[in-house]
Structures are given as structure tokens and as C-alpha cells.
């Protein structure tokens, strides 16, 4: 099988992640990275990788393309790429705007092309322990903050990265919201770089966020609440704590108020370890950009979906749009969901090689 060739366009940091991953793969050939800024091509080109100041010279040559360009380019960049016949894995978030962002998707179906979003927590080892063990949650806490770094200052907060936890929180809840309260606050002089929301789903889930960009200690942390259990997931140490839920608590035939108060002391020592025990789950140590894009390459060779298609990258955009509404305005938002089919994966152009 020959390689399959791909390009990554934009240069920055994650772009320069994108083309090691996909340089260090045996069945892909990185045909090069498109940049256009000159001082940085020399300093990828000194690194190893090949170059461009612009793609239009080898599109012809390459079957997949990654878009790690600024999010307000997104749009333009991936349409071109889809009317080529070019699969896309596009970072997140995939649009600057859901109308956008709606185009897109609605060109990958009529081209028959794998568009891709890469919402990269999905491939979190932690994140798939704690989606196996928990169902059915009514109550979701995320935290998502981080020290000021300098990049992503074309968008806010919410779509820098709240929208991470917008991803997983709709494919953990299968549901949209109802209801939507949010307040944040710009301190750098664009967007806002601190948020947080309250979102109510129409399957009775509520979900809490809280992000910032100018926070000293990053934290990347979610707790889920079941009846049954609740997984708190620590994503950046890949670590899963699950507390499973006693049957008599989840039955509501624990009754603590109607407990004689010797009863209630000789209880209280060991009520965590009896009723609620916790465990540390193993998580497999695994390179969530590169089963990210082990998983494009799998979709452009297959024709398979994406496990984040575009339709996921615009349902999150959706609910991050009604989030920044809701700070501009101080209102109850309540978002009007546009239900949007998961792309057909059809034969297109280089589909027969590779």
C-alpha cells in the first residue's frame, strides 16, 4: 500500500505537532507544511520539514490535508479543500461561526469527503475510561484553565477552550441544551478569557464550565454524576477516579435523617468506603494526537466517519455561540437546535489510491 499523502496547513505550534506525528507514520508521507510567513518557514525548514508559501502548488499531489491555521480562516481554507476533493481534519474549533461552520459540513456531504474535527480529549485514555463507566449523568462539572500563553487571541475563552468540554459534554449527554446562563470577562483587551456557564439539557442534565486563559496553575478536570457511579477524570495526568454508588443510596432507601443518632455514629467512620467506594481506574498511556490522527488516516483509507465529524465540531460551536450570547447579553439563552446528518462517506477523487 502506498503512503497517503498529506499536508498540514499552518505552521505554528500545533501544526508543527500535526506534521511530527504524521512524519514519524510509516504508511503516511508528509508532503510538507503551507506557511506564510517566511521567518517562520525557515525556522520549520531548519527543523526538517518540508515548506510552502502556499498550497496551491501541491494540492494536486496530496489526498488528506490537516488545517492548523487561525480559526478565522477555517472556513475559507477547508471549503477550497473539500471542492478539491481533499479529506480535512480541521482543529477546533472548526468554524470562526456556526453559519460557517454549517457550510462546511454541507459541502463535505455533497463532495463525499471525511471532514474531521479535532476535538483531541475524545482520544484522552481517561476521558474513554470514564465514557465507559458512567451513563445516563444529570450532572457535569468541568474546569479547563490555563496560564496566558500568547496564541489563540483571534478567538475568546469559550472557543479557545470551553469548547473541549462542549465536545464531550454533548456526546456524554446525547442531548441539547434548553437553557443557558454564562458571564465572563475580557482582561486582554479582545474576546473574553475567563467564562462561566450553566447549561440544562433537555434529558434533565446539567452541566457547569469553567474556563480561563490567565490562570497561574493549569487544570483540566470533569466530574461526572450518575445515579450509579461518578467518574472524576484529571485529563492532563490521564487519571480516573470512579465512585460507585452503594444500591441502597441509589434506591433511596438510606434514610440518614431517620437514623438513631447511635446509628448514625457508628456509620459515619466507614460511610464513604460502604457506600460510596472509590477507586483509581487504569488508564492505558496512550498519545492522544497521534490516535487522533491514526484515526483520520483510518477514515480517509476506509471511508468510515471520523469518531468528532464535522457535524460534532458544529453542534459544539453551536452551544459555545449561545454561551458567548448569553455573556454579551446577561440573558437566559435558549438555543434553537438545527439537527445536522452525519456525512455520507461516498467514492470521490483519489479514492481508489493512495
Same mark, same amino acid.
Given at each position: ?60 499531489? %496530496?489526498?488528506? @490535508?490537516?488545517? /492548523? ?5 477555517? $472556513?475559507? =481554507?477547508? #471549503?477550497?479543500?473539500? &471542492? ?20 462546511? %459540513?454541507?459541502? @463535505?456531504?455533497? /463532495? ?5 474535527? $479535532?476535538? =483531541?480529549? #475524545?482520544?484522552?485514555? &481517561? ?35 470551553? =469548547? ?191
Amino acid at each position: 500500500m502506498e503512503p497517503l499523502r498529506v499536508i498540514v496547513i499552518g505552521g505554528g505550534r500545533l501544526g508543527q505537532f500535526h506534521a511530527a506525528k504524521l512524519a514519524a507514520r510509516a504508511d503516511v508521507q508528509l508532503i510538507g507544511i503551507v506557511e506564510p510567513s517566511a521567518e517562520r518557514r525557515e525556522e520549520l525548514a531548519r527543523q526538517g520539514f518540508p515548506v510552502f508559501a502556499d498550497a496551491g502548488r501541491v494540492l494536486s499531489e %496530496v489526498r488528506a @490535508a490537516i488545517v /492548523a491555521a487561525p480559526t478565522t480562516l477555517h $472556513g475559507r =481554507i477547508v #471549503r477550497s479543500l473539500l &471542492a478539491d476533493g481533499i479529506d480535512v481534519l480541521v482543529e477546533k474549533p472548526i468554524a470562526s461561526c456556526a453559519a460557517e461552520a454549517r457550510q462546511m %459540513v454541507a459541502l @463535505a456531504k455533497t /463532495a463525499g469527503r471525511i471532514l474531521q474535527v $479535532g476535538h =483531541i480529549e #475524545r482520544f484522552n485514555p &481517561a476521558y474513554s475510561v470514564a465514557e465507559q463507566s458512567v451513563s445516563s449523568p444529570w450532572l457535569i462539572e468541568a474546569v479547563r484553565c490555563g496560564p496566558f500563553t500568547g496564541r489563540s487571541l483571534d478567538v475568546g475563552v469559550v472557543l479557545d477552550l470551553m =469548547i473541549h468540554d462542549l465536545d464531550l459534554i454533548l456526546s456524554l449527554t446525547n442531548s441539547f441544551p434548553t437553557a443557558i446562563t454564562a458571564s465572563g470577562q475580557a482582561l486582554l483587551g479582545g474576546e473574553e478569557d475567563v467564562a462561566e456557564a450553566r447549561i440544562e439539557f433537555d434529558n434533565g442534565c446539567t452541566a457547569v464550565l469553567h474556563a480561563s486563559r490567565i490562570t497561574r496553575q493549569p487544570r483540566r478536570e470533569m466530574k461526572i454524576w450518575s445515579n450509579a457511579a461518578i467518574a472524576q477524570i484529571d485529563f492532563a495526568a490521564g487519571r480516573v477516579s470512579l465512585t460507585r454508588v452503594h444500591p441502597d443510596l441509589q434506591a433511596g432507601r438510606f434514610r440518614a435523617g431517620a437514623l438513631p443518632a447511635a446509628e448514625l455514629r457508628r456509620i459515619q467512620p466507614q460511610f464513604h468506603d460502604v457506600y460510596l467506594p472509590e477507586e483509581i481506574v487504569a488508564c492505558e498511556k496512550r498519545d492522544a494526537l497521534a490516535a487522533e490522527i491514526a484515526d483520520f488516516v483510518d477514515c480517509v483509507r476506509t471511508r468510515r466517519p471520523p469518531v468528532v465529524d464535522g457535524a460534532a465540531g458544529l453542534a459544539a460551536l453551536q452551544v459555545a455561540e449561545a454561551i458567548t450570547q448569553a455573556i454579551a447579553s446577561g440573558e437566559i439563552i435558549r438555543p434553537q437546535h438545527v439537527p445536522v446528518a452525519a456525512p455520507p462517506v461516498l467514492p470521490g477523487r483519489h479514492s481508489e489510491a493512495a
